[in-house]
């Protein structure tokens, strides 16, 4: 009966000392995690904001305004409109601001053609 009882103290003496090793691991994980998930997230804070300054540079108001409207209706659309933007800007291949007109021209371009179906009876 004795030995049994010295077993279960011994089981339980190691379950408590593995619990505590396990925690100082993750203790010791958890700081390097959290810090590379803030320099992720400051990464790409800096690379939003160098975003918008181009756009700044490139757009009149009218125009980063109807992008704004745009990222909030269909985000994949901004997103795609605005790499192409910038695209242009850093090959040089814009000579000035890109106004309101030229930008809704630019969206026609990029949306695929819509087939038109009409019912016709016979």
């Known amino acids: 009966m004795i030995a049994m009882s010295t077993m279960d103290d011994e089981l339980d003496e190691i379950r408590k000392r593995r619990l505590a090793e396990v925690q100082r691991?993750?203790?010791?994980?958890?700081?390097?995690?959290?810090?590379?998930?803030?320099?992720?997230?400051?990464?790409?804070?800096?690379?939003?904001?160098?975003?918008?300054?181009?756009?700044?540079q490139i757009l009149t108001p009218e125009a980063r305004e109807r992008l704004t409207t745009l990222k909030m209706s269909r985000p994949s659309l901004g997103e795609q409109l605005?790499?192409?933007?910038?695209?242009?800007?850093?090959?040089?291949?814009?000579?000035?601001?890109?106004?309101?007109?030229?930008?809704?021209?630019?969206?026609?371009?990029?949306?695929?053609?819509?087939?038109?179906?009409?019912?016709?009876r016979v």
């Not at 995690?33 to 800096?46: L, W």
Request: overall charge positive.
């Open 25 to 56: 691991q993750q203790a010791q994980h958890q700081p390097s995690d959290m810090q590379a998930a803030y320099q992720q997230e400051q990464a790409r804070a800096e690379m939003d904001s160098q975003k918008q300054a181009i756009l700044r």
């Open 82 to 120: 605005e790499m192409q933007l910038i695209s242009l800007a850093q090959s040089g291949r814009l000579q000035s601001q890109i106004d309101d007109e030229q930008l809704k021209t630019l969206l026609m371009k990029m949306q695929p053609k819509k087939r038109k179906t009409s019912i016709t």
